[in-house]
Structures are given as C-alpha cells and as structure tokens.
Antibody
Framework: QVQLMESGGGLVKPGGSLRLSCAAS????????MNWIRQTPGKGLEWVSY????????FYADSVKGRFTISRDNAKKSLYLQMNSLRVDDTAVYYC??????????WGQGILVTVSS | DIQMTQSPSTLSASVGDRVTITCRAS??????LAWYQQKPGKAPKLLIY???SLQSGVPSRFSGSGSGTEFTLTISSLQPDDFATYYC?????????FGQGTKVEIK
C-alpha cells in the first residue's frame, strides 16, 4: 500500500534551517506530482510547495518563496523540503502528499517543525 | 487569490442525522474542489474529489455536489466514526487553497 513517511523535523531557532525528507513506497514515485502542505492550529491547512514528477516544474506559496526549496530524488523515491531563514510563523506540522486529480489521496503522518528561541 | 469559506465552523449532530457542510469560493472554480476528513493527530483523508467523485473506499453515505462558487458535502446518516473536522480544498493548476474547517461534534 502507499506509504509516505516524513522525517527531519524538530526545534530550530529563528533564522535557522531544517531539511525535511519524505520517503515514499508502495507506488511508482516517479509517476506522481508531489506537494508539501503544513498545518497550524491558528491558520489551518496551507499549501507550501509543488513539484512535478520529473522535478522540472516547481511552485511555492508566497509565504515561503525565496526561503524554502523543494526537490526530489526519484531513484531514492524521496521528496525533500529545504527550509532556510525559518520564522516563528513557520511552526507547523508538515505533510508530504501525493497529488491525485487536484487533491491528495495519500498523505504522510506529518512531522512537527517548531521555530522558537 | 481565491478564498474558500466553509460554514458552519462547528456543527452539533446526532448519530443518524443528515449533515450538510457548505464551502463557498470567492469566484468560480468550476468543479476543482475536494473534501477531506481529519481526526485529531492524523493526516487529512480524501473523501471527495472534483466536487462529486467519491474516493475509492469511502462509504457511500458521503456525497459532494456543486459547481461554480457553492459546494456541499453531505453525510446522509451520521455514524460514530464521522465525528471529525472536515475541510474543503480548491485546486488551481498547482495552487491549493483550503477552507478553515468544520468540526462535527456529538450533540
């Protein structure tokens, strides 16, 4: 069955960096667009970034543009999110999600990123 | 940017009730709308995609309708497992926008 597993979260100071990873299994990873989505109690669910199946088309939400970088390694069946210049309001649970007809049929379990001094 | 507004924010209902949640878009989005169910500590679960298509494995008591700017998620007969928070989501090429959620509580 489809499995997505995030890792790399944790506590970081404002201005710091983290790299999230998402390991995929149970499907042909290289065939699917992927997304990162985050969730906070205050702002709810927020789309963060998108990457096409071959990695040649990438988009970001305005809130993270210039600070976050999405990438993928199809040989390793892995998705990444490099987060730099982190701010307190980047604190959230981050999910990787497999795109399906304008939505997502499969999400990881989520990983908590806390930005605090 | 297109805004998605759900109503109500909270809904109290009993097992067996018919429940309807509404999602309104600030401009027409044709049928690019999905519905998710989320339980505490878990990732969202896809229920409906493209406004009215039932995701595989989702019980038939869930249904979606609408087009343009107004959409509804209906649970025909609320079951104990359905008490959760529900979100709508719009897809615009690559950009996703979520509603703020509707919490369905036990009456």
């Amino acid at each position: 069955q489809v499995q997505l597993m995030e890792s790399g979260g944790g506590l970081v100071k404002p201005g710091g960096s983290l790299r999230l990873s998402c390991a995929a299994s149970g499907f042909t990873f290289s065939d699917y667009y992927m997304n990162w989505i985050r969730q906070t109690p205050g702002k709810g669910l927020e789309w963060v970034s998108y990457i096409s199946s071959r990695g040649n088309t990438i988009f970001y939400a305005d809130s993270v543009k210039g600070r976050f970088t999405i990438s993928r390694d199809n040989a390793k069946k892995s998705l990444y999110l490099q987060m730099n210049s982190l701010r307190v309001d980047d604190t959230a649970v981050y999910y990787c999600a497999r795109e399906f007809r304008g939505s997502s049929s499969d999400w990881g379990q989520g990983i908590l990123v806390t930005v605090s001094s | 940017d297109i805004q998605m507004t759900q109503s109500p924010s909270t809904l109290s209902a009993s097992v067996g009730d018919r429940v309807t949640i509404t999602c309104r878009a600030s401009q027409s989005i044709t049928n690019w709308l999905a519905w998710y169910q989320q339980k505490p500590g878990k990732a969202p679960k896809l229920l409906i995609y493209k406004a009215s298509s039932l995701q595989s494995g989702v019980p038939s008591r869930f249904s979606g309708s609408g087009s343009g700017t107004e959409f509804t998620l209906t649970i025909s007969s609320l079951q104990p497992d359905d008490f959760a928070t529900y979100y709508c989501q719009h897809y615009n090429s690559y950009w996703w926008t979520f509603g703020q959620g509707t919490k369905v509580e036990i009456k």
